[in-house]
């Protein structure tokens, strides 16, 4: 079946069966073809190819189908379809080969197809912030202590837990902006590593795929898989930090916290405790993302050490991508999922930050203010807290904090109202 191989000869099809990229193709399958559409019009448009020779692999373009490309024997999809083409229009089919590189080829389909994922996250972050922002209106008067060294620190409200995660997820869609660019570059016309001879357009031929923008150098632009690891990268990155907020949605389920009552749907049982409510969803996202985290990191391993140009480590550093991209896609839309179903108890949260010398840093600073160096109050505070008799502002009050990002309800309600007004409701 294979076609480039044939004048190499060799009995068994080890390079088939062991290298072919075919199954991981069908991620860019219609890109691929996309792209041969781009090339061959291009071909027409500069009559470096007979004009009905053209219109006839066009006519098979248009017919093909992913699913008759996906079929094993072949290197990868950019030989099944060469094959195909020239199976269905004849010997001229043979013309797609003229100014192409398979590396030029893959190249853009990884581009064109990131971009998709790309938008397609930034869309499930913005639902997710919306949902976040809408949770946090309800909740911003909900007094809870907040956590460090997973100690009661100071008391802030649930709606500015939410808030933090809306930011979180705002800066990811300001970084998968700024990643865009770098990935909407054409590298169409570079050739294997040096470009062609056939006098394609570069420019032209980007515009006919759709790209923004065209990758100058020709090694630069079939040999670089920097786009897909500052992408990779950038949604790694914001999903490792997105686990501490499902790390602690898991721990606030727990009845020892008791917080957070999740959704009916996100919950499963024990097949041998019946009292069991186990988060499982946030569970297998936490699990997800660590391995999300090793995939972005495989990306860049098996780049790292190939010399500059093409080399078939490539192929096997792709799927890592589209893996970071769908555990992250899925995630968001789980964590949605579950902060629209859960509840909150900001009554038991409540006892917590009133149970626990939660604003000892406000009655410090109260005094300060009044104008004892806040040292002094400090240690006077200290020692009252030591001694059980410290008389400590509630919690409800403390929250009140003038700065802006506070945990102030008033604020908070602002905050969220600001991001809600960018929502669709
Ligand atoms: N299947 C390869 C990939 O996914 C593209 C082919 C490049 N092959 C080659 N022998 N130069 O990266």
Redesign the pocket.
């Known amino acids: 079946m294979a076609l480039y191989r044939r004048w190499i000869g060799g009995g068994s099809d080890v390079v088939s069966s062991y290298t072919s ?1 075919i199954e991981d193709d069908a991620e860019i399958a219609e890109e691929v073809i996309a792209v041969m559409k781009a090339h061959v019009s291009h071909l027409v448009e500069r009559g470096l190819v007979p004009r009905e020779d053209g219109e006839a692999i066009l006519k098979a373009l248009e017919e093909v189908r992913a699913e008759d490309l996906l079929k094993p024997g072949y ?2 999809v ?1 030989e099944a379809l060469e094959d195909y083409l020239i199976k269905r229009a004849g010997p001229r089919g043979g013309w797609v080969g003229l100014g192409r590189s ?2 030029d080829h ?1 190249a853009a389909a990884i581009r064109l197809k990131l971009l998709r994922r790309i938008d397609a996250l930034r869309a499930s972050a913005e639902r997710l912030i919306c949902a976040a922002a809408r949770r946090a209106v309800e909740y911003a008067d909900c007094v809870m202590p907040s956590f460090t060294h997973f100690q009661p620190a100071q008391p802030i409200t649930f709606g500015h837990y939410l808030l933090a995660l809306a930011e979180l997820l705002s800066d990811l869609t300001t970084a998968l902006n700024s990643v865009r660019p770098v990935v909407d570059k054409s590298p169409l016309g570079s050739g ?1 590593s040096g470009g062609t001879s056939a006098p394609l357009d570069r420019a032209r031929l980007a515009q006919l795929a759709g790209f923004g923008g065209v990758v100058e150098n020709t090694l630069y632009a079939s040999s670089s898989r920097f786009f897909a690891s500052l992408a990779a990268s950038a949604v790694a990155s914001a999903l490792a930090e997105l686990s501490r907020f499902v790390d602690d949605f898991i721990a606030w389920s727990s009845p020892l916290i008791g917080y957070v009552e999740p959704p009916p749907e996100h919950v499963s049982t024990s097949s041998i405790m019946p009292h069991k409510r186990n988060p499982v969803t946030l569970e297998v996202l936490r699990a997800r993302i660590s391995e999300a985290v090793a995939d972005a990191l495989a990306l860049l391993a098996v780049q790292e050490k190939i010399g500059y140009g ?1 080399s ?1 480590d ?2 096997e550093a ?1 799927r890592h991508l589209w893996r970071v991209f769908k555990t992250a896609e899925e995630g968001l839309d789980v964590l949605r999922g579950f902060l629209e179903g859960m509840k909150f108890h900001c009554d038991k949260a409540y006892r917590d930050a009133a149970g626990f010398p939660t604003t000892s840093s406000d009655a410090a600073e109260k005094m300060a203010l009044a104008g004892m160096p806040f040292r002094e109050a400090y240690f006077e505070v200290a020692e009252a807290v030591k001694a059980g008799s410290a008389q400590l502002p509630d919690p409800r009050e403390a929250v009140k904090r003038p700065v802006l990002g506070s945990p102030d309800p008033e604020a908070v309600r602002r905050s969220a109202m600001e991001r809600l007004a960018k929502c669709q409701h």
Do not use: I, K
Request: glycine share 0%; hydrophobic share 25%.
């Open positions: 990229s290197e990868d950019h398979r590396n893959v294997p093409y078939l490539l192929q792709t």
